[in-house]
């Protein structure tokens, strides 16, 4: 059974940092990763995807790196805004149901102007 | 091209009565998903549908839930006869069938509060 967690539950930084959030899993027979936004009271937006064929995705300030192997994703957070506090969260397929996404329980980042 | 649409945004049930929740996936898309979202809990899998069929619903309750995605018209996550215990935020999400990235995309959600 696969299993996702996500260190810190909570980050707090002042604008500007850069910042990094893991994501572990425990089984590393995936399809693919998927880091979500979340915000307070609102639906799911997705960030980055990652197949388990590629080490890592790229989207402006953002960057997310995957090791199979190991069970560890990252997601970079280039210049943190106010505006990129909300909770992010990691969701990973796995091979043999590529269907089915298991997710953290998130991180919940707060940006301080 | 509009995103998935789900609705009601918002539902209230009295204990006993059924809740139909309503997902419309994105143009194009022909796979849709089901999560729930417990207060204080993370997002835990439901089931997974195709046109037609139901592919995973290894995370369904046994009782009480149902889901369909028909050959016309939304899918649809039934819940009969609701407890307290029900409510929570339920999520639909959609992906294309011909991609094989199986990259998922989500609805706003349905909020669903038993009284």
């Known amino acids: 059974k696969q299993e996702v967690t996500q260190i810190p539950a909570a980050l707090s930084v002042p604008e500007g940092e850069n910042l990094v959030l893991n994501c572990s899993f425990t089984?590393?027979?995936?399809?693919?990763l998927q880091w979500f936004r979340q915000d307070p009271g609102k639906g799911l937006t997705s960030l980055l995807l990652?197949?388990?064929?590629?080490r890592e995705q790229t989207s402006g300030r953002l960057n997310a790196s995957l090791d199979k192997s190991s069970g560890r994703s990252t997601l970079y957070i280039a210049a943190s805004q106010p505006g990129d506090s909300a909770t992010y969260l990691c969701?990973?397929?796995?091979?043999?149901?590529?269907?089915?996404?298991?997710f953290g329980d998130g991180t919940t980042l707060t940006v301080k102007p | 091209n509009a995103g998935v649409m789900q609705n009601p945004r918002h539902l209230v049930r009295r204990r006993g009565q059924e809740a139909r929740l309503r997902c419309s996936p994105m143009?194009?898309?022909?796979?849709v998903y089901w999560y729930r979202q417990l207060p204080e809990e993370g997002l835990k899998f439901m089931v997974y549908?195709?046109?037609?069929?139901?592919?995973?619903e290894s995370g369904m309750p046994k009782e009480r839930f149902s889901a369909e995605f028909p050959k016309e018209g939304p899918s649809i996550l039934r819940i009969q006869q609701v407890v307290r215990g029900d409510s929570a935020a339920y999520f639909c999400?959609?992906?294309?069938?011909?991609?094989?990235?199986?990259?998922?995309?989500f609805g706003p959600g349905t909020r669903l509060t038993v009284t």
């Open positions: 999400a959609s992906s294309p069938q011909v991609q094989s990235s199986y990259e998922q995309y």
């Open positions: 089984d590393s027979a995936i399809y693919n």
């Open positions: 990652i197949q388990s064929s590629q």
């Open positions: 969701a990973v397929s796995s091979d043999g149901n590529a269907g089915k996404s298991t």
């Open positions: 143009k194009g898309h022909s796979h």
């Open positions: 549908l195709q046109k037609e069929n139901i592919i995973d």
